[in-house]
């Protein structure tokens, strides 16, 4: 819990922590998207990975040297004396997060069985919550009163915790020789180059326009990820994302819905921040604590609003809960304006969405996997985990056709702001369609 709680807190703390970082590095903002993205990128990419090499090698230790890499490459961001190599840590970072999440739930799987399985992996969201609750605001605190630097420092006693404990208590466990996991390396080199030309062409078009520098790049990406699908069909079973769980149609609408719900999460929870720091001129503290709301109120209602999936239909709730998030980002929208304040501008609709997302994740990872055979309900979990961090990455990336004209204008960024949340709350709108229209209640609740 303490070494995947570790992704939760640094993307928060980041979040909070951007406009210190770009002021002191001189950066753009293309600059500070990459800050985002180089620790999003080999996340998003490599995950699968991590979980198969953890399934082959020892789940253990494969955990041990993504904990070991995280916490090398948070010091290394800590003292990072360029932008250039900050950048290079982050992605340290990602790699060792990719080790870390899929294998630190893989354990818990291992380790526990019936109730009390439920119960650990419970307690293991739990945890989650709670420290991307209490991220925004310490990390405000320590950037106020110190600078950003420390607030990479300060995650640095949880690393060394979860080492501690994790080398004297955890079990080492892996697969059978018979069902350990072919290997996916062509898969994985071509979904990172893929990935990394498309965000890199969608950073750069808001400066660079048409030219070759923006559109030669994202061009690459997009046939590396074409011939990344044309890999694993190849591949079937054996690759990284089998295709074949995409032909179940409840499966394809929810993956729809994880990758349009979290592309509009993942804006918002970068951009409000930013805008809150340099047009409203919150110190890093009170943008943190602005968004407290959010990650408290999903905590408290996940588990309750869980157990109304069985009453009224996990179909319905995955319908309702992205209906609300449009809401909210709608009622955000409308309010947003120059002369705003916090509490009629930007609470009323966080509340909604809040509210809405909470009835989104909670039935969101049984009905994943019951949408498919019970072999793949592992790899459904582990591409819907995979399409969240891509959505969030995209969404990142795509961040740039506001900041550009927003940092130096404040006015621009609050309209921006605006704009972007209206977007959202289209994003939000498509995927409750995209389950309405496409998920079985009857293969999502079996």
């Given at each position: 819990?303490?070494?995947?709680?570790?992704?939760?807190?640094?993307?928060?703390?980041i979040n909070?922590?951007?406009p210190?970082?770009?002021?002191d590095f001189?950066?753009?903002a293309?600059?500070?998207q990459?800050?985002?993205?180089?620790?999003?990128?080999?996340?998003?990419a490599?995950?699968?990975?991590?979980?198969a090499l953890?399934?082959?090698?020892?789940?253990?230790?494969l955990?041990?040297l993504?904990?070991?890499?995280?916490?090398?490459?948070?010091?290394?961001?800590?003292?990072?004396?360029s932008?250039?190599?900050?950048?290079?840590?982050?992605?340290?970072q990602?790699?060792g997060?990719?080790l870390?999440?899929?294998?630190?739930?893989a354990i818990?799987?291992?380790?526990?069985?019936?109730e009390?399985?439920g119960?650990?992996?419970?307690?293991?969201?739990?945890?989650?919550?709670?420290?991307?609750?209490a991220a925004?605001?310490?990390?405000?605190?320590?950037?106020?009163?110190?600078?950003?630097?420390?607030?990479?420092?300060?995650v640095?006693?949880?690393?060394?915790?979860?080492w501690?404990?994790?080398a004297?208590?955890?079990?080492?466990s892996?697969?059978d020789?018979?069902?350990?996991?072919?290997?996916?390396?062509a898969?994985a080199?071509l979904v990172?180059?893929?990935?990394?030309?498309?965000v890199?062409?969608?950073?750069a078009?808001p400066?660079?326009g048409?030219?070759l520098s923006?559109?030669?790049?994202?061009?690459?990406?997009l046939?590396?990820?074409?011939a990344?699908?044309w890999i694993?069909?190849?591949?079937?079973?054996?690759?990284?994302?089998?295709?074949?769980?995409?032909a179940?149609a409840?499966f394809s609408g929810?993956?729809?819905?994880?990758?349009?719900l979290?592309?509009?999460?993942?804006?918002l929870?970068?951009?409000?921040?930013?805008m809150?720091?340099?047009?409203?001129?919150?110190?890093?503290?009170?943008?943190?604590?602005?968004?407290?709301?959010?990650?408290?109120?999903?905590?408290?209602l996940?588990?309750?609003?869980?157990?109304?999936?069985?009453?009224?239909g996990?179909r319905?709730?995955l319908?309702?809960g992205p209906?609300?998030?449009?809401?909210?980002?709608?009622?955000?929208?409308?309010r947003?304006?120059?002369?705003?304040?916090?509490w009629?501008?930007?609470l009323p609709?966080?509340?909604?969405?809040?509210?809405?997302?909470?009835?989104?994740v909670?039935?969101?990872?049984?009905?994943v996997m019951?949408a498919?055979?019970?072999?793949?309900?592992?790899?459904a979990?582990?591409i819907?985990?995979?399409?969240?961090?891509?959505a969030?990455?995209?969404?990142?990336?795509?961040l740039?056709?506001?900041?550009?004209g927003?940092?130096a204008?404040?006015?621009?960024?609050?309209?921006?702001?605006?704009a972007?949340a209206?977007v959202?709350?289209?994003?939000?709108?498509?995927a409750s369609?995209?389950?309405?229209?496409?998920?079985?209640?009857?293969e999502?609740?079996s």
């Open positions: 819990m303490l070494g995947s709680s570790l992704a939760f807190v640094m993307g928060a703390i909070v922590a951007l210190q970082m770009q002021s001189g950066t753009d293309a600059g500070m990459w800050i985002v993205n180089a620790y999003l990128l080999p996340l998003s490599l995950v699968l990975v991590g979980g953890g399934d082959r090698y020892g789940r253990k230790r955990f041990m993504g904990l070991a890499l995280y916490a090398a490459a948070t010091v290394a961001c800590a003292l990072a004396p932008l250039s190599l900050l950048l290079a840590a982050r992605v340290v990602g790699v997060a990719a870390l999440a899929p294998n630190s739930l818990l799987a291992d380790a526990f069985s019936g009390a399985r119960k650990a992996i419970g307690t293991w969201a739990a945890a989650g919550a709670i420290a991307g609750a925004p605001l310490a990390g405000g605190v320590v950037v106020d009163l110190l600078d950003w630097r420390w607030a990479f420092a300060i640095l006693p949880l690393a060394m915790s979860a501690v404990i994790g004297r208590s955890i079990a080492e892996r697969e020789a018979k069902d350990r996991p072919v290997l996916d390396t898969g080199a990172t180059l893929g990935l990394a030309g498309t890199y062409g969608l950073i078009l400066d660079a048409a030219q923006a559109i030669g790049p994202l061009a690459l990406g046939a590396a990820l074409a990344f699908l694993e069909h190849r591949r079937g079973e054996e690759a990284m994302m089998p295709l074949g769980v995409f179940s409840s929810i993956s729809l819905l994880t990758l349009l979290y592309a509009a999460l993942g804006a929870l970068v951009l409000l921040p930013y809150l720091i340099n047009t409203f001129e919150y110190g890093a503290t009170a943008a943190g604590a602005a968004m407290l709301p959010f990650p408290l109120i999903m905590g408290s996940s588990r309750r609003i869980g157990g109304l999936a069985t009453k009224f996990m319905r709730m319908t309702a209906l609300l998030v449009a809401a909210g980002f709608a009622l955000m929208a409308w947003t304006s120059a002369d705003m304040t916090y009629t501008g930007i609709g966080l509340v909604v969405m809040a509210i809405g997302m909470a009835t989104s909670a039935p969101l990872t049984t009905a019951n498919v055979e019970a072999r793949f309900t592992g790899v979990s582990g819907n985990n995979a399409i969240s961090r891509t969030g990455l995209i969404a990142t990336a795509l740039g056709f506001v900041l550009t927003g940092a204008d404040s006015g621009a960024l609050v309209s921006g702001f605006a972007t209206w959202c709350a289209a994003l939000a709108l498509a369609a995209a389950v309405w229209f496409t998920v079985s209640e009857e999502i609740a």
